[in-house]
């Protein structure tokens, strides 16, 4: 994001100008610059390999700073590290200045906590397991310091609602951090042992593989958001009307999922089915997609073997799992009166009846060839009316309480397609084909 709000620039500012008080004393305090200096480089150095995607991995080396160093000293080795990475957004020099401040803070936190907790005497000794407390009471300000600033970040730069901006950001980096924080300590024991510094250095193999499966983890998921981004943008360009509707579908199953309480993997893939629902229009004739009237029968079977086509399609994309199941089954209805095999309540994959709610309320709440955009209110009130009979009612109330929560902002509105031709009268019962 290229505007930064005023609001934000001062948070930042606030938060550099506290980070340059944590390194004032460092003079006073007299550290051992050599080993400053090397897991300065050290952690620099990791930064640059690892990217502005892989940013965190090298946190081993800041701990073990806080760990061995007076807090002024630990904080200044996250400092040219943070300053000297990769940002791919702009503004470049106020998101650098960010990461090096909020990191300072953080490994400054997090050295003051291991040190009043007796961490000092326990790693100049080399007793480890007693230098678990105070290591994990310095993960533990680390982490809370990272959650507190970006919590803040989030309210004032990206807008997000206060009551959100915090939620869960400290649950979900604590258990990483605090593997972490173990090689971190691992490197201070080891540094203060007769082993010396270069021993310590052992520890980083095995977190450099890690890390170069980490790597190879994300690359192979770019590949399938590359594979889903192509397939939808096919059907984008074959079905101008509902430009967007498939990203829309996507997070509206996303917010049903999340409403419903479901781990975060089958989020992403609820996230995929919804993305991917309609993949199989790209079997069918360009000409009925865009018809403006009512579907002939024949021409209602036709788009009807739409999620037919689709399950073809992705059966092979091992990824998708059970988002394969959504793509075949979201036009199906409670009562079975939907198709393609009329399947009746629980015998429908609860990942299609998620689908089907989400697609169903974008298809309502989109102008579309042969029907104009309702209200969220008067979709929902369809939906819950609906409910029962066609649609799953926990996925109904699911998505109305995600709405009323956090309101609909999908990605691509109506706004941004392209001005349809004046819509057709709705035609009862041809909806659902087209969708």
Do not use: N
Not at 250 to 273: K, N, T
């Amino acid at each position: 994001m290229e505007a930064v709000p005023a609001r934000a620039r001062v948070y930042v500012a606030g938060v550099a100008l506290g980070a340059l008080c944590c390194l004032a004393p460092l003079s006073a305090a007299g550290p051992p610059w050599w080993a400053t200096a090397l897991l300065a480089a050290l952690y620099a150095g990791g930064e640059q390999i690892a990217g502005r995607r892989f940013s965190g991995t090298c946190y081993p080396v800041l701990l073990a700073g806080a760990f061995l160093l007076a807090p002024p000293a630990a904080a200044l080795v996250a400092l040219p590290g943070a300053l000297s990475a990769r940002v791919e957004q702009r503004p470049a020099a106020l998101r650098r200045i960010w990461r090096a401040a909020e990191l300072v803070l953080a490994v400054w936190a997090s050295a003051q906590v291991f040190g009043a907790l007796g961490g000092g005497a326990a790693v100049a000794t080399a007793d480890f397991p007693y230098a678990l407390l105070p290591a994990t009471g310095g993960v533990l300000a680390f982490c809370a310091a990272l959650a507190l600033l970006d919590g803040g970040v989030l309210v004032l730069a990206e807008h997000v609602p206060a009551r959100r901006a915090w939620r869960g950001l400290f649950a979900r980096s604590l258990a990483p951090l605090l593997v972490h924080g173990l090689a971190g300590l691992m490197m201070a024991v080891l540094w203060r042992s007769p082993y010396g510094p270069t021993a310590s250095l052992l520890v980083l193999l095995p977190m450099c593989v890690s890390w170069w499966a980490f790597a190879q983890y994300h690359r192979e998921r770019a590949a399938h958001r590359a594979t889903i981004r192509a397939l939808v943008q096919a059907v984008d360009i074959k079905d101008g009307y509902t430009r967007g509707h498939s990203e829309r579908v996507g997070q509206a199953s996303m917010m049903i999922a999340r409403e419903l309480g479901m781990p975060d993997d089958r989020v992403e893939v609820l996230r995929f089915a919804g993305i991917l629902h309609d993949v199989g229009k790209l079997g069918v004739p360009t000409r009925l997609l865009r018809k403006d009237g009512p579907l002939t029968p024949e021409e209602r079977r036709i788009i009807e073997l739409h999620p037919e086509y689709g399950h073809e399609m992705v059966r092979g994309i091992s990824f998708l799992c059970e988002a394969r199941a959504a793509v075949l089954h979201h036009h199906e209805r409670l009562d079975g009166s939907g198709y393609p095999y009329g399947l009746v309540g629980t015998q429908i994959p609860e990942s299609a009846r998620v689908v089907a709610v989400a697609d169903a309320f974008d298809a309502m709440t989109s102008t579309r060839s042969y029907s104009r955009a309702r209200p969220v209110e008067a979709a929902l009130a369809e939906l819950e009316r609906c409910a029962g009979t066609h649609f799953d009612p926990r996925m109904v109330a699911a998505l109305t309480q995600a709405l009323t929560r956090y309101g609909w902002h999908p990605a691509v509105t109506a706004d941004e397609m392209p001005a349809p031709r004046p819509p057709a009268a709705p035609v009862p019962g041809k909806e659902g084909a087209r969708r």
